[in-house]
């Protein structure tokens, strides 16, 4: 089945303890990015890839880091989570970057204390 | 900043057609209008794109103006399980930055 997996669903942590939420798709997609979303103000985007090795900062990257080794995943690093980073997580995925519809994870909700 | 312009929120009577506007008054020539979907917290849902021509799925229908400013999502026979934020997004062709911009969307609730 094709789709767009992000792990883990619920994640609680404390300040400073870097964690990573793992991204991945098996569609053999070009584009891949990384959204947050927090209450009243929509989906912000964090960081997007547009093939291997090429990444770009979205609206909101700070506190944020993103590699693209391989095509299929999108790992998204916080290195020092703060409680300003508590927020639901989305990953998306597109077959390129053009004109086609993006596919979107599940949702990693992040808690950081 | 958004390059789409929504209404917060909009109600509907099940069985009715839900209309949802979305203003992209700066749209360039070459940038495809999508709209999503997004039902309590799960991942928001492709809807249906297009550029300058009305378009239909087995979803819903896209009506773009003439002059591209603005366009309406039409869900003909809305249910309960279409009340959603419904997110309208305007996205460039390949060759322009892949910084898309969501937007807070539109809270459609359908009433039974």
């Known amino acids: 089945e094709a789709q767009v997996t992000q792990n883990p669903r619920y994640l609680i942590t404390v300040t400073g303890k870097k964690l990573t939420v793992t991204c991945s798709q098996n569609?053999?997609?070009?584009?891949m990015s990384w959204y947050r979303q927090d209450p009243g103000l929509g989906l912000r985007q964090i960081y997007y890839?547009?093939?291997?090795?090429?990444?770009d900062k979205g609206d909101v990257p700070e506190g944020y880091k993103v590699s693209r080794k391989e095509k299929r995943n999108f790992p998204l690093i916080l290195e020092s989570p703060s409680p300003n980073q508590t927020s639901l997580y989305f990953c998306a995925s597109s077959p390129r970057w053009s004109n086609e519809k993006l596919f979107f994870g599940s949702g990693t909700q992040l808690s950081v204390l | 900043d958004a390059k789409t312009t929504q209404p917060t929120s909009m109600d509907c009577a099940e069985g009715r057609a839900a209309n949802l506007p979305c203003n992209h008054s700066?749209?360039?020539?070459?940038?495809?209008v999508y709209w999503y979907r997004q039902i309590h917290s799960q991942g928001p849902q492709y809807i249906i794109h297009g550029l300058k021509n009305n378009e239909t799925n087995e979803m819903a229908s896209l009506i773009i103006t003439e002059d591209r400013k603005s366009s309406t999502l039409i869900l003909p026979h809305a249910t309960l399980r279409d009340t959603a934020v419904y997110y309208c997004i305007v996205r460039p062709p390949q060759g322009g930055s892949e910084k898309l911009v969501f937007g807070k969307g539109t809270k459609l609730t359908v009433n039974p």
């Open positions: 569609m053999n997609h070009e584009y």
């Open positions: 700066t749209i360039s020539g070459n940038e495809y």
């Open positions: 890839s547009m093939n291997v090795e090429v990444t």
